[in-house]
C-alpha cells in the first residue's frame, strides 16, 4: 500500500531536549517535505527536500532541521525543542518538484512543557 | 502580501443538500490550486485540483469553480453526505516561486443528519 509514516504520532518532551520525528515514503517520490500545523494558520511549510541531499527551507524553518540521506526517509529534528513548537506536524511528499499531487502522512502531535 | 484564506471557518450542512466551501486567494501569478479534506485525526488528503486556464473541474460529487477576476476559488460538495464531516482547505501554487505550495486556513464542515 502507498503511504507516508511517520514516528512517533504523539510525544509529549521537555524544553531542550532533542527529537526525531521520523518519515518514510514508500512510492519512490523525490519531493518529501514537513510542514506544521497550528489553529487558524492552516499548514506552514518548514523545510522540504527535492531529492537526496537537496534541502531548503520553507516558511517557518527556525529551530528545525532536516536531513535526506535516503530517497525514502526525511527526518525532522529538532535540537532544543521549545514550548512554541508545540504543534501538529505532517510530512509530505510527491513524486517530483512539481508537488502538485501531495501525499501527507497521519501527523504526528507534539508537545513541548 | 500573498495569501490564501477562506471565507467560513465553519459551514453547517443538512445531510443530502449541497455544500458550497469558498477561498480567496490574492497572487493572480498562481496558476495552479488544491482542495484538500482532512478529517480528524488523519493528514489532509486530495481531493481535486484545477489549473488556472480552466474555470471548472468535476470530480466524483465535487466541483472546484475558479474565478480568476474575482481571485476566488469554490469547491461545491454534491449531496453532501456524513462522511464528508472535514475540515476543507484550499492551497494555492505559485510555480514561478519555485512550486511552493500555500495553504489556507482551513473551513469545517459540518453535516446534519
Known amino acids: 500500500e502507498a503511504q507516508v509514516t511517520q514516528n512517533p504520532r504523539y510525544l509529549i518532551t521537555v524544553t531542550g531536549k532533542k527529537l526525531t520525528v521520523t518519515c518514510s515514503q514508500n512510492?519512490?517520490?523525490?519531493?518529501m517535505s514537513w510542514y506544521r500545523q497550528d489553529p487558524g494558520l492552516g499548514l506552514r511549510q518548514i523545510y522540504y527536500?527535492?531529492?537526496?541531499?537537496?534541502?531548503d527551507k520553507g516558511d517557518v524553518p527556525e529551530g528545525y532541521k532536516v536531513s535526506r540521506k535516503e530517497k525514502r526517509n526525511f527526518p525532522l529534528i529538532l535540537e532544543s525543542p521549545s514550548p512554541n513548537q508545540t504543534s501538529l506536524y505532517f510530512c509530505a511528499s510527491s513524486q517530483d518538484r512539481k508537488q502538485e499531487t501531495q501525499y501527507f502522512g497521519p501527523g504526528t502531535r507534539l508537545l513541548v512543557l | 502580501g500573498e495569501s490564501v484564506g477562506l471565507h467560513l471557518p465553519t459551514l453547517s450542512v443538512q445531510e443530502g443538500d449541497n455544500s458550497i466551501i469558498n477561498c480567496a486567494y490574492s497572487n493572480s501569478a498562481s496558476d495552479y490550486f488544491i482542495w484538500y479534506k482532512q478529517e480528524s485525526g488523519k493528514g489532509p488528503q486530495f481531493i481535486i485540483d484545477i489549473r488556472s486556464n480552466m474555470d471548472k473541474r468535476q470530480g466524483q460529487r465535487v466541483t472546484v469553480l475558479l474565478n480568476k477576476t474575482v481571485k476566488h476559488l469554490s469547491l461545491q460538495i454534491a449531496a453532501t453526505q456524513p462522511g464528508d464531516s472535514a475540515v476543507y482547505f484550499c492551497a494555492e501554487n505559485k510555480r514561478a516561486a519555485g512550486n511552493k505550495l500555500t495553504f489556507g486556513g482551513g473551513t469545517r464542515v459540518l453535516v446534519k443528519p
Open positions: 527536500s527535492m531529492n537526496v541531499e537537496v534541502t
Open positions: 512510492m519512490n517520490h523525490e519531493y
